[in-house]
Antibody, heavy 123, light 108 residues
Framework: QAQLQQSGPGLVTPSQTLTLTCAISGESVSSTSGAWNWIRQSPSRGLEWLGR?????????DYAVSVQSRITINPDTSKNQVSLQVNSVTPEDSAAYYC?????????????WGQGTVVTVSS | EIVLTQSPATLSLSPGERAILSCRAS??????LAWYQQKPGQAPRLLIYDASNRATGIPARFSGSGSGTDFTLTISTLEPEDFAVYYC??????????FGPGTKVDIK
């Protein structure tokens, strides 16, 4: 059973870059039957899917249109982890951030979640 | 963007009662719909996927039904640990997964 362990800062200054990591155990980040997603949750926006990365003979990465100009999701095969980078953060980026696994298809769902990282954007 | 609407926003019930939660999509999502339970300070927990399949380890009192635009999550007999917020989630739009706003099931 895969497990996801998140790490990253709880406080970020406006206009700076937020970087979170999701360390994967029990499954390879390069698994051809998994996909690694980032989701955030705030009182104002609810649960918001940000994007995914997955490997199917090559790496694919998809982003939600609302954030695609500011975020980057990268796999790190050497550390078996996935990272999320959010550029030019504002207070509206304050949220609980989660990584989650699905099977990289419309079928199924997010069956494994990280513990979450609460991020506050404030000076 | 496929918008999910959940009703009611809050459901006040007693342990032992039946809970029926609704999720409606702004356009057809076929059977690409999931349900999650979330308790304070925790990540969401998968209950139902593909509209009607229980996830591993989920008790049989949880069941899902529906297809197209109308879906239901039923908790047949509420246990004390079932009081939480429930979210539906559509996966039909591959480039924009969305979630509903949630239904809070609280103790009457």
């Amino acid at each position: 059973q895969a497990q996801l362990q998140q790490s990253g800062p709880g406080l970020v200054t406006p206009s700076q870059t937020l970087t979170l990591t999701c360390a994967i155990s029990g499954e390879s980040v390069s698994s051809t039957s998994g996909a690694w997603n980032w989701i955030r949750q705030s009182p104002s926006r609810g649960l918001e899917w940000l994007g995914r990365t997955y490997y199917r003979s090559k790496w694919y990465t998809d982003y939600a249109v609302s954030v695609q100009s500011r975020i980057t999701i990268n796999p790190d095969t050497s550390k078996n982890q996935v990272s999320l980078q959010v550029n030019s953060v504002t207070p509206e980026d304050s949220a609980a951030y989660y990584c989650a696994r699905d099977r990289g298809s419309r079928e199924g769902a997010f069956d494994i979640w990280g513990q979450g990282t609460v991020v506050t954007v404030s000076s | 963007e496929i918008v999910l609407t959940q009703s009611p926003a809050t459901l006040s019930l007693s342990p032992g009662e039946r809970a029926i939660l609704s999720c409606r999509a702004s356009q057809s999502v076929s059977s690409n719909l999931a349900w999650y339970q979330q308790k304070p300070g925790q990540a969401p927990r998968l209950l139902i996927y593909d509209a009607s399949n229980r996830a591993t380890g989920i008790p049989a009192r949880f069941s899902g039904s529906g297809s197209g635009t109308d879906f239901t999550l039923t908790i047949s007999t509420l246990e004390p640990e079932d009081f939480a917020v429930y979210y539906c989630h559509q996966r039909s739009d591959w480039f924009l997964f969305t979630f509903g706003p949630g239904t809070k099931v609280d103790i009457k």
